[in-house]
C-alpha cells in the first residue's frame, strides 16, 4: 500500500496537476476594475463549448494591483462550481483562462474578476450552446419521447 502512495505522490510531482480553480495576478498598477471587459461578454448565448474566456481592460484603464480571476460553472439550482483553467497572458493588459478540456454544452459559466485590494468584484455570465445531435443520414435523431413513433398510412388497394 506504501509503494502505491509514493508512484502516485511522484506521479502527480513530476506531471503537476492541470489547472487551477482561480488565479492571482499581481500587475504592479494603481488601477481599478473600472473598464474591464469580457470576452465573451457577458449576457452571450451560443458560446462555442471550446471558447477559453478573457479578460481585458480597455485603453485608457489600468487593471488594480493584485486581482483574483476565477471561471465558475452554475447549475440549475445557481451552485456556483470552479472550472480548471490555465492563466496567460495575451496582450497588454489582457488575460486568457485557458480551459483545461472543455465547457459542457447549454451550461451557464461566470467569468468573476475580485479587486483584491478594494474588494470590489465583477463578472460576466454566457451559456454555451446547445448542440443538437445528428442522424447519420444528417438529420436531427428524434428526441427520446418520438423515439418510437411511426407513421402508418391506410389506404384502399
Given at each position: 500500500?506504501?509503494i502505491?502512495?509514493?508512484?502516485?505522490?511522484?506521479f502527480?510531482?513530476?506531471?503537476?496537476?492541470?489547472?487551477?480553480?482561480?488565479?492571482?495576478?499581481?500587475?504592479g498598477e494603481?488601477?481599478?476594475?473600472?473598464?474591464?471587459?469580457?470576452?465573451?461578454p457577458d449576457?452571450?448565448?451560443?458560446?462555442?463549448?471550446?471558447?477559453?474566456?478573457?479578460?481585458?481592460?480597455?485603453?485608457?484603464?489600468?487593471?488594480?494591483?493584485?486581482?483574483?480571476?476565477?471561471?465558475?460553472?452554475?447549475?440549475?439550482?445557481?451552485?456556483?462550481?470552479?472550472?480548471?483553467?490555465?492563466?496567460?497572458?495575451?496582450?497588454?493588459?489582457?488575460?486568457?483562462?485557458?480551459?483545461?478540456?472543455?465547457?459542457?454544452?447549454?451550461?451557464?459559466?461566470a467569468?468573476?474578476?475580485?479587486?483584491?485590494?478594494?474588494?470590489?468584484?465583477?463578472?460576466?455570465?454566457?451559456l454555451?450552446?446547445?448542440?443538437?445531435?445528428k442522424s447519420?443520414?444528417?438529420?436531427?435523431?428524434?428526441?427520446p419521447?418520438?423515439?418510437?413513433?411511426?407513421?402508418?398510412?391506410?389506404?384502399s388497394?
Amino acid at each position: 500500500m506504501r509503494i502505491w502512495q509514493i508512484v502516485v505522490a511522484s506521479f502527480l510531482l513530476l506531471c503537476g496537476c492541470q489547472g487551477s480553480s482561480r488565479h492571482t495576478v499581481t500587475t504592479g498598477e494603481q488601477g481599478s476594475l473600472e473598464g474591464l471587459r469580457f470576452y465573451p461578454p457577458d449576457h452571450s448565448r451560443d458560446v462555442d463549448t471550446d471558447t477559453d474566456p478573457e479578460i481585458f481592460w480597455l485603453q485608457g484603464y489600468k487593471p488594480p494591483s493584485r486581482f483574483t480571476v476565477s471561471l465558475k460553472r452554475i447549475d440549475e439550482y445557481g451552485d456556483l462550481y470552479p472550472v480548471s483553467t490555465e492563466l496567460t497572458s495575451s496582450g497588454t493588459n489582457r488575460w486568457k483562462l485557458k480551459v483545461v478540456g472543455t465547457l459542457n454544452e447549454g451550461t451557464l459559466y461566470a467569468i468573476i474578476v475580485h479587486d483584491d485590494t478594494r474588494g470590489e468584484q465583477k463578472e460576466a455570465w454566457f451559456l454555451t450552446e446547445k448542440r443538437i445531435r445528428k442522424s447519420q443520414a444528417g438529420n436531427p435523431s428524434p428526441s427520446p419521447e418520438n423515439e418510437f413513433e411511426h407513421t402508418v398510412t391506410i389506404g384502399s388497394q
